[in-house]
């Protein structure tokens, strides 16, 4: 089966959407990132998704925190998103979030 189009969040490196073009896919695209080295604006927002989540949260709470994830490229999501939780607690008068980068990688727990 070869599938129609191929979005992934950030941008294809030119050899892998020749790759998939190759192969049959017709549509291959990224939501955030360049084409041709040209930055574009991404296909969807990213801030009103961060102030949707901080709206639903700041109702029963009075701080915020923020999970930033400190995977390389995921800013593009993460910067926007956290832009919308910033501009929810100035709004709703709440002190800025409190941000901490996390990891995004699973260590063991200890047994």
Same mark, same amino acid.
């Given at each position: 089966?070869?599938?129609?189009?191929? #979005?992934?969040?950030?941008?294809?490196?030119?050899? %892998?959407?020749?790759?998939?073009? $190759?192969? &049959?896919?017709?549509? $291959?695209?990224?939501?955030?990132?360049?084409?041709?080295?040209?930055?574009? /604006? /991404?296909? +969807?927002?990213?801030?009103?998704?961060?102030? !949707?989540?901080?709206?639903? !949260? =700041? =109702? /029963?709470?009075?701080?915020? &925190?923020?999970?930033? @994830?400190?995977?390389?490229?995921?800013? +593009? #999501?993460?910067?926007?998103?956290?832009?919308?939780?910033? *501009? +929810?607690? =100035? *709004?709703?008068? #709440?002190? %800025?979030?409190?941000?901490?980068? +996390?990891?995004?990688?699973?260590? @063991?727990?200890?047994?």
């Amino acid at each position: 089966m070869t599938p129609a189009a191929a #979005l992934a969040l950030q941008e294809f490196t030119e050899p %892998e959407a020749e790759a998939m073009r $190759v192969a &049959g896919i017709e549509v $291959v695209m990224a939501m955030h990132g360049s084409v041709r080295g040209e930055p574009r /604006p /991404p296909l +969807v927002s990213e801030q009103p998704i961060g102030a !949707l989540q901080a709206r639903h !949260l =700041a =109702a /029963p709470h009075r701080r915020l &925190g923020y999970a930033y @994830p400190d995977l390389p490229g995921r800013d +593009v #999501l993460a910067h926007p998103r956290l832009d919308g939780v910033r *501009k +929810v607690c =100035a *709004k709703w008068d #709440l002190p %800025e979030p409190d941000v901490r980068r +996390v990891s995004t990688t699973t260590s @063991p727990s200890p047994c």
